[in-house]
């Protein structure tokens, strides 16, 4: 099961790392819906997405993919390169972007960001418990998600 933290049109025009200082452990691009990749990664239409390793307040680890970033907004960011809680990764899609498909975007429709949880090291979706990521996220934004 995929678990989505935040859809809607985000408050900022960027998305930050919100749960934890991270790592980067993986990025690329996914525009078909309907692709299996060779490693067994299920096609999203994610468009250009990075995969961030963050440590919960319990110290359980988990990998968050983050996407539907314009073409050339995670260029900066390479394998194992470190991010600060509240960094900003990139700047998010505009509507324009996304009612054209345009720009690296992926599909879907309108401004959003979205992000999925999984085991370390794994496409495998994380089965810990979603409100221990969604309470960080409340607290880092003063009840904002």
Known sequence: MQHPLLRG???????????????????????NANAI????????????WIKIRHTLPSGAQVDILYAHFPNGELDKWAIGAKIAQHQP????????????????????????????VYNVGTWTPWNGDMNLIHNVMLNQSGGNT
């Open 37 to 48: 990749g060779g490693d067994g990664r299920l096609g999203r239409g994610w468009g250009n």
């Open 89 to 116: 990764i990139a700047r998010y899609a505009t509507n324009e972007e996304f009612d054209g498909r345009l720009n690296g975007v992926g599909s879907g429709s309108g401004k959003h960001l979205s992000m999925n």
């Open 9 to 31: 049109a985000p408050p900022a025009t960027h998305a930050t790392a919100q749960i934890s200082d991270g790592m980067v452990v993986d990025k690329g691009f996914n525009y």
